[in-house]
């Protein structure tokens, strides 16, 4: 009889761990694919699977309060409308089923008075868990089955495969050829090293593009004889044509080198030895420091002095408590801080009504509603106004340390502190009431029996610090102002006063490149119009601006007129050192020129105008101008 084996079942650890690694590469929409990695599991199955348990995306934690009402709030809108009701809180469709049963459950037990805390809905032995997708995975056993081992190791194999069929049958097809031509050659070479050699090959059938050039037409012969002529052809380099070179770098030999880079690396830190704790770059332990306290305030002298004390005291009330008199019983307490263990312990208050139970119970009465043709009254409900945001009730523990147990007691000898919140302190000044350590009521608070003695009090004190001030010198209002010998004289006409401030250095930095920028204007201003408005210069001045020998000799005119070309050379000498020529920047005879500029400067040193000698120059250009426009009628 075949084996029958039926898909399902309790997951195990192995399967899970399939299912993670297969999703990893198939994704989530190839679930027949996958489940063929899982012999004991259907597609559906592997999808419920990943979907209820396995994705990251699941929240598995206790559920909280707020999430149980909103869940009863939603079952109440929306019945068994799970897949809506899942992603408003958080949790698979799954656990809100699962949690809502349970929450019911719980409530009907309540209501039969049974015990709510065992699980109703837990399998018992030999019962077959219906909905085994939401179950934690079964540990795998130390011996597994046949099956399970050849079911991991196709998966292992399956899942290794990262390059598909195509690629291991082109890599196949390479590796055979390789090795056929290694073959061949091996074979040519014993031969030849035999003496036998191999008849030549024959022809390739067609054109071998190797060593001819299909439809290749020679050109005709010039007029000129060109076999002497040595030609050179130019080479074409072939292997940037390459699919290895086209394609670039593969991923397979990018992985490679990086592989081959992390084993050098492990290589040389097991060689260098380091600690672990570096290779991980964990911070270094911190050092503790030294416990350093404050010096005690009390010696031990005193603290035996106190010691002593309490004994005396305690001696004495227990020869006291001896007697039978009463009397002297009320004039020795105790004065231990002995403070009831009702005040020590604190017990946090238990909540008044449990919301989420009572919200169950109205949930399991609405579900059990009969026929409204009977008649009678609705169902009753407990705490209408439950919805679907939670009121957060905050339970508080009371601290004890904020209670006063002994101060502030009334006539009565009671607390005035009974809660948490402390009465504002009524005492006035003038008496230093013991509370703590007042427990015969030795200083009462109404001591004073009205406000007659406190208003004689504060009157008194008044008095006294009247007489006190009478007592007093009288002021003398004479003042005598004396000027600090180092104090800064301010100039005469400087209204500001002298600022103690720190400048900022952008400020400092900013009046600088001011300063700089009007020194160059004003430097500029008496340059030549030629570098004012950058108009092109010569690179190389001439100097020879008249024939040396001429007959006539030169009218007054024209001697002016050769002063003024003298200044103008000597202008173009200043401006060739002073801004150098634009035009030449990269030119050897540069240092040439820049030593005749300066020799020519030496022998006719240029001087520099005023602003006043510029101003009268401009004038009687302008003067001159005009009178040339009237007499060559210009204007």
């Known amino acids: ?171 196949r097809e390479k590796q055979l050829e390789e090795a056929r031509r290694l073959a061949a050659l091996q074979k040519r070479r014993e031969l030849r090293a035999a003496g036998i050699e191999l008849a030549a090959r024959s022809k390739r059938k067609g054109i071998d593009y190797n060593m001819e050039i299909p439809f290749e037409k020679k050109p005709a012969s010039g007029f000129y004889d060109t076999s002497n002529e040595a030609i050179d052809p130019h080479q074409p380099n072939f292997n940037r044509l390459r699919q290895q070179t086209l394609d670039g770098e593969l991923r397979s030999e990018k992985e490679e080198r990086e592989r081959r880079k992390d084993k050098n690396k492990i290589k040389q830190r097991k060689e260098n030895d380091m600690p672990l704790a570096m290779l991980q770059n964990q911070e270094p332990a911190k050092k503790r420091s030294k416990l350093v306290l404050p010096s005690p305030q009390i010696s031990d002298q005193e603290l035996q002095q106190v010691v002593k004390l309490g004994r005396a005291s305690y001696a004495a009330r227990e020869a006291v408590s001896e007697g039978a008199d009463s009397a002297a019983d009320t004039l020795l307490n105790d004065y231990a801080l002995a403070t009831p263990n009702a005040a020590n312990v604190a017990r946090t208050p238990a909540p008044a009504t449990d919301r989420i139970l009572q919200e169950a119970q109205n949930m399991m009465a609405l579900s059990h509603v009969d026929t409204p043709l009977k008649g009678g009254l609705n169902t009753p409900l407990y705490n209408p106004d439950f919805n679907f945001h939670p009121q957060n009730d905050q339970i508080t523990t009371p601290n004890t340390v904020l209670t006063t147990p002994f101060s502030n007691r009334g006539p009565d000898g009671t607390g005035r502190t009974p809660g948490f919140l402390t009465p504002k302190d009524t005492r006035t000044g003038g008496a230093t009431p013991t509370p703590i350590r007042d427990k015969l009521n030795i200083n009462p608070e109404d001591i004073m029996g009205g406000d007659t003695p406190i208003s004689t009090y504060q009157s008194q004190v008044k008095e006294q610090l009247r007489s006190g001030l009478r007592g007093l010198p009288q002021p003398k209002n004479d003042y005598e102002i004396v000027v600090p010998e180092n104090e800064m004289v301010v100039q005469e006409g400087d209204q500001s006063t002298p600022n103690q401030s720190v400048e900022d250095q952008s400020d400092v930095d900013a009046r600088q490149l001011a300063e700089l920028a009007a020194l160059r204007e004003k430097e500029l201003r008496s ?67 820049h030593a005749q500029h300066l020799a020519y400067l030496e022998e006719r040193p240029y001087e520099n105008p005023s602003e006043d000698e510029l101003e009268k120059a401009k004038k009687m250009l302008k003067n001159e101008m005009e009178v040339v426009k009237q007499g060559m009628n210009h204007g």
């Not at 020998?549 to 002016?560: E, M």
């Open 1 to 171: 009889m075949p084996r029958i084996m039926i898909k399902g079942g309790v997951w195990r650890n192995t399967e899970d761990e399939i299912l993670k690694a297969a999703v990893m590469k198939y994704g989530k929409n190839q679930w027949s694919r996958i489940a063929s990695l899982l012999h004991r599991k259907s597609a559906k199955q592997c999808k419920a699977r990943w979907f209820e348990w396995l994705d990251p995306s699941i929240k598995k934690t206790e559920w909280s309060r707020e999430e149980d009402e909103k869940l009863l709030h939603l079952a109440k809108l929306m019945p068994t409308q799970w897949r809506t009701i899942a992603p408003i809180i958080g949790r698979t469709a799954a656990q809100c089923l699962e949690r809502y049963e349970y929450l019911l459950d719980q409530a009907q037990k309540k209501e039969e008075g049974e015990d709510g805390a065992d699980d109703p809905r837990k399998l018992k032995p030999g019962e077959i868990d219906p909905n085994p997708e939401t179950k934690p995975a079964r540990p795998d056993p130390k011996d597994m089955d046949e099956d399970e081992l050849e079911m991991l190791s196709e998966a292992r194999a399956r899942l290794a495969n990262t390059q598909g069929k195509k690629a291991k049958r082109k890599a």
């Open 527 to 593: 340059r030549s119009q030629v570098i004012q408005r950058g108009l092109p210069r010569p690179g190389d001045v001439n100097i020879i601006l008249r024939p040396p020998n001429s007959d006539p000799p030169l009218t007054d005119l024209q001697k002016a007129e050769e002063l003024i070309k003298q200044e103008m050379i000597t202008m173009l000498h200043y401006d060739a050192v002073q801004n150098g020529d634009p035009y030449m920047p990269n030119r050897k005879s540069n240092i040439n020129l």
